[in-house]
């Protein structure tokens, strides 16, 4: 093992003591080593993150800078230890924050991507059916990625139908509910999953060989089903290309959610309660995000502020 890999080791078992989940952050910082490694080093210099960048692969701005806050944290403590390492400057990779547009699938989408998912090569079987119902559960419910990963047997209450969403964001817990169909699908995934492998798993979603699925297998395999029905053209190497994400089932779900309050008649202002506690945020703000993001609710609610205020001035 390198020095900067046992120092890493060390540096996240620290922060996880102090609480901090690091799933991201881990994946982020091996690779960063692996490609340091390759230079000899025990040393971090400030250019070796933007060759790192440099030959990654292609990545906005913003995730970039997410990237190096990540490193940067690492190697401010390195550096507190052994002043030979460089931290590379702030500003390093300069970006302005913007929430991306999100992307909206459309129903028969969201069906194509779960009946491919469902063909995915599996040693046992399992493979196939985990994914179909991860990729589903996100589209119905709303959850984080990594929420759903998260989830352990024990998380999901089938008397109740409800998910209990332990590791939310910022360390937060929630209850979300679920329907009646998607209990039955959630109900025979479970059984299936119990029966195909050799014990029963603490995890709710796990791989072929009973553990829990990885952030970064579950997106590679996301990507793998968004090429093979066309949301995503195909790569070479594995690599995931750009196009629709897992995360893109969240917006759906809540910008469908909201479409249908407007559609029904429905107070937007009495029902947004429910969804931001549903959803997590921390602010309402983020929720009344998708109005402007979304042209077709935008309209919706533009018309429904229309109509109330030609209600207001007939009385």
């Keep these: 093992m390198s020095t900067l890999s046992a120092q890493l080791d060390t540096y996240l078992k620290i922060r996880r003591g102090l609480g901090f989940s690091l799933r991201t952050d881990e994946r ?12 000899g080093s025990n040393h971090l210099e400030r250019d070796h993150f933007l060759r790192w960048m440099n030959s990654f692969g292609k990545a906005g701005q913003y995730t970039w800078s997410r990237r190096l806050g990540i490193v940067r944290l690492f190697v401010v403590w390195l550096h507190a230890n052994d002043s030979q ?23 028969g989408e969201i069906a194509q991507i779960l009946d491919q998912a469902s063909k995915l090569p599996s040693v046992n079987g399992i493979r196939r059916l985990t994914y179909p119902t991860l990729f589903g ?15 352990d047997r024990d998380d999901i209450d089938f008397t109740q ?38 014990g029963p798993p603490v995890p709710f979603f796990v791989d072929d060989h009973g553990r829990r ?12 089903v968004s090429q093979a029905v066309g949301l995503r053209r195909p790569q070479r190497y594995g690599r995931h290309g ?40 921390e602010s309402v703000s983020h929720t009344y995000w998708y109005i402007e993001a979304v042209p077709e609710l935008l309209e919706l609610a533009s018309r429904r ?11």
Aim: charged residues 25%; aromatic residues 8%.
């Design 28 to 39: 982020i910082l091996r690779r960063f080593i692996d490609f340091v490694a390759l230079d």
């Design 137 to 151: 559960l996100i589209a119905v419910t709303g959850l984080r990625i990594s929420e759903a990963l998260s989830l």
């Design 242 to 281: 750009v196009g629709p994400r897992i995360h893109d089932l969240r917006h759906t779900f809540a910008v469908q959610t909201m479409t249908d309050w407007y559609r029904q008649g429905l107070d937007p202002n009495q029902e947004m309660i429910k969804l931001i506690t549903i959803l997590g945020h």
């Design 161 to 198: 139908d409800i998910v209990m969403v332990r590791n939310g964001k910022s360390g937060k817990q929630r209850i979300v509910p679920f329907s009646e169909s998607t209990s039955s699908k959630l109900q025979s995934y479970a059984r299936e999953r119990d029966r195909l492998c050799e």
């Design 305 to 315: 502020a229309e109509l109330s205020l030609e209600r207001e001035a007939r009385q």
């Design 85 to 107: 390492h460089e931290v590379p400057p702030a500003n390093l990779v300069p970006h302005r924050k913007r929430r991306p547009k999100p992307f909206i699938y459309k129903s």
């Design 213 to 224: 699925i990885s952030d970064c297998a579950a997106r590679y395999n996301f990507a793998s």
